[in-house]
């Protein structure tokens, strides 16, 4: 007898549209309201708004190579889809995850494909110290990326914990 396999459940599936939605409303704010490497002060010494553009990857890895990062984020995104079961477990941590990556992706190859690079806008600094500037879609991919490992190092615990 074999046993029924679920299939994953539809309701990530909003988390990435909402995701991509708030990503392409806020940069088509910046795109349209700030000028080029305009930077507007949030918080002094800490935050700023800042419009720049993105040619790599996070970190501005490949920069430069935006058809190889459209590829690859093709390919990402649809192995996403149809090794789902596999690689998300159905938990609820593991399925926002999987709206979060997804949403980031969609939004950030939306912006490749429309430009040719991706629009960035967040801006966080103390004194000369400064991280990469970063968008809405990005922030997706990280958290949703971090969801997934710390839902990884849970399932090894329990696996590494003796039963009594």
């Known amino acids: ?8 459940p539809r309701w990530p599936f909003i988390i990435s549209l909402v995701s991509v939605i708030a990503d392409q409303v806020s940069k088509n704010y910046f795109y349209t309201t700030y000028e080029l490497y305009e930077s507007r002060v949030v918080i002094p ?3 700023n708004f800042t419009r720049t553009f993105n040619t790599g990857a996070a970190f501005s890895l490949f920069k430069g190579h935006p058809e190889a990062l459209t590829i690859i984020s093709v390919t990402v995104f649809a192995l996403m889809v149809i090794f789902r079961a596999k690689l998300f477990q159905n938990t609820k941590v593991e399925q926002i995850a999987f709206g979060l990556i997804a949403g980031g992706i969609i939004g950030n190859l939306t912006d490749r494909m429309q430009h040719g690079y991706v629009i960035d806008f967040i801006h966080w600094y103390v004194g000369e110290y400064s991280w990469p500037i970063f ?3 990005d922030s997706c991919i990280c958290v949703g990326v971090g969801l997934y490992m710390i839902s990884g190092f849970k399932k090894d615990s329990k696996i590494a914990k003796p039963s009594s």
């Open 135 to 137: 968008n809405i879609a």
């Open 1 to 8: 007898m074999t046993e029924a396999v679920s299939s994953p």
């Open 45 to 47: 010494g800490f935050f």
